[in-house]
């Protein structure tokens, strides 16, 4: 919170492009929305964010009410599973989007067991993995961050287990692949964002080669919604914007064509139409196999 109240004190700050985790958010918004200060997230996704009251928050990326459901579309209808483990973290986050996925399962007449939580500081998930291999399951989803998640499929790979692996977008990093090796060949992982690789518009080519030029390496998850997302401010001081009150209004009326999609946002400050896409890794690295939206599946 110090950061926090020290961006609030600081008069020249009309915007803030964050908070980047779901956690963090919940702390430092209220401080932002006191003071008329608008925030832009792109990958703080847990939805209670937006069911606060908070009349300056903005996010550019579906959240996990819509991510979670995404993740159990493509394992229903592409892996046709029946029977899944789900594991969160513990976190606001990953416990939020594990719980959406169970009931989602669980709508779909998918059975869910285990359904368990690990203690993300554990080094040792023995319990966890010999539940799982015990019951039998044709996919194991996680809700959570990657560290966890690289102990976890290492874990599960080491016993023997060849169950689809899943995870959100907090384990869409490419120290999964890194640090667990063969064993994360064939992982998925969900994202509201658009996996840097896809450069099928011009826009997206040209910021992934400027990128590369920068910065000598690819561009992150997320790097292209938070390039929106302060292209967006650009745009607000653009037209003329010039204090706090006047920019997070100017936010909640725009209509803005980014490099990942249109930006609008409701009265939530919700981006109003946005798709979750589905990675795997092959050949050691991620590519994107599928994207959902509205609920629709297709695969690439």
Known sequence: KRLARSI???????????????GESAKAIPLF???????????????????????TFHRVVSNDSTQAPAAVAFLAEQLHVKRVAVVDDGSLYGQALADIAAKDFGNRGIVVAPRTALNPEGLDYGAIVSSIAEIGVDAVYYGGYIDPAVRLLRQLRDAGGTAAF?????????SL?????V????????????NPALVDSEGRARFAAEYQQYFG??????????????NLVIAGLDSGVGSRKAMDAWLDR???????????FDDNGEIQRGSIYVMQVRSGRFGPIASVTDGRVSMR
């Open 254 to 264: 725009a209509d803005y064509q980014g490099i990942t999609k249109r930006i609008a």
């Open 33 to 55: 929305d006191k003071v008329d200060l608008a925030t832009i997230t792109a990958s703080a996704t847990n939805p209670t964010l937006a069911e606060q009251g908070w009349h």
């Open 8 to 22: 609030v004190d600081d008069p020249q700050i009309i915007a803030v492009i964050g908070p980047g985790f779901s």
């Open 166 to 174: 899943m995870g959100g977008d907090g384990t869409y990093d490419d």
């Open 217 to 230: 390496a690819e561009p992150d998850a997320f790097a292209m919604e938070y390039f929106d997302a302060v």
């Open 183 to 194: 064993g994360a060949e064939g992982a998925y992982v969900t994202c509201p964002c658009v």
């Open 177 to 181: 692949v890194d640090s667990v090796g």
